[in-house]
């Protein structure tokens, strides 16, 4: 499926990067531990960054009860963006620079969930971060759930834009004498920091992590 | 100055971490290659990813003079944010995890930057990609030009949120036995891909791509 659900993800702009396939989705949410939520309220637009999660066919969030962004997401509609930047493009010509990326949009409302589901979803939360972790933690308290809600949107509306690979010059241009290709960047874990007050030998998800995480293209 | 310039810029979750002072403001939009920017039209929220620099007291981002966002954000309030997730926080308690990061958002409105103050902004952008880059490609047109808007957003209204650090845990929770600690993030620059058409020589920018930008805490 490589059509647009509606006509407000429908990409114009360099439309052969748009990709509208749940994969394609999936792969770039999984990918991220935060997003980027756009909504507005009588004060205008806000943009606030928040951890971000997937199950199935929606994208979780959470956050305090009282927070000005649950409040608001309940009642109105939002946009929801990740975007990983993977390299800067030096081309020949200074508008042809570019920048390869995987980006998803998605659009809609969000639902709070309860209960069981909210603890759920909170577990697989955990389960990404750091897999096997949520047997070895102290458990979230009642209280501790009943102060934070637990969001999520539906991914039906949504749109991905990804570029990959070199430079494209126009003819004229490719006798410019100039160093081209791309610059990429990854997201990489760097060593673990033990808390000093630790005393606990590493588990897998510690002992593996500088290593897991390196995102070599 | 650690006050908020406005009362949608104060902070109030968790306000010990909240900086409202130009030098954090400055390194983080400085570290970064891209924001979302946030607004509203006739379909709702968006929040598009789009490049960014800074030149003293404004951030840059530019963009085709027919789209949507070019169009948007001349006629509307919006809200630019950069995020730099620096890694995950592992406490003794699921609900004190945490994430390490640095957040700047920014309020106002954009403007076109016009003539020759266009060329020289997206001049200073090329030196921020690749120092030195800008006297060696073919430079833009001034037909490119024409078809380009460069717009620029007063950092004046802005709020910055920067956690750091260990786990905090409530004393109750101390004697969990579970490990604690950070698992650290970074932006890393992976060796430069040189495009297969490429003759020249790598230049400076290019050799010292994979070392200068490694970020180790």
């Not at 509208?20 to 990918?31: E, F, G, P, R, S």
């Not at 955990?126 to 809600?149: C, H, N, V, W």
Request: contains cysteine.
């Amino acid at each position: 499926m490589n059509q647009a659900p509606t006509d407000r993800t429908r990409i114009r702009r360099v439309a052969s990067n748009a990709h509208y396939d749940a994969a394609t989705l999936h792969a770039i949410i999984d990918d991220a531990y935060l997003c980027h939520v756009a909504f507005s309220d009588g004060k205008g637009a806000h943009c606030i960054p928040t951890a971000c999660w997937r199950d199935g066919a929606h994208l979780y969030i959470h956050g305090s009860n009282g927070s000005r962004m649950v409040k608001t997401l309940l009642e109105t509609a939002s946009c929801v963006t990740i975007t990983h930047l993977d390299g800067l493009v030096l081309a020949r010509a200074a508008f042809n620079h570019s920048m390869n990326y995987r980006s998803a949009m998605i659009y809609g409302r969000f639902d709070a969930v309860e209960g069981a589901a909210a603890r759920q979803a909170m577990e697989r939360f955990m389960e990404k971060l750091a897999p096997g972790r949520q047997g070895e933690i102290r458990p979230g308290s009642d209280k501790e759930y009943a102060a934070t809600t637990v969001l999520r949107i539906d991914l039906a509306e949504a749109a991905c834009k990804v570029r990959a690979g070199g430079p494209k010059d126009d003819e004229e241009d490719l006798d410019w004498r100039v160093w081209t290709g791309v610059l990429p960047l990854a997201r990489s874990a760097l060593a673990p920091q033990r808390d000093p007050a630790c005393t606990v030998a590493a588990p897998a998800y510690v002992r593996e992590w500088a290593s897991a995480l390196a995102l070599p293209e």
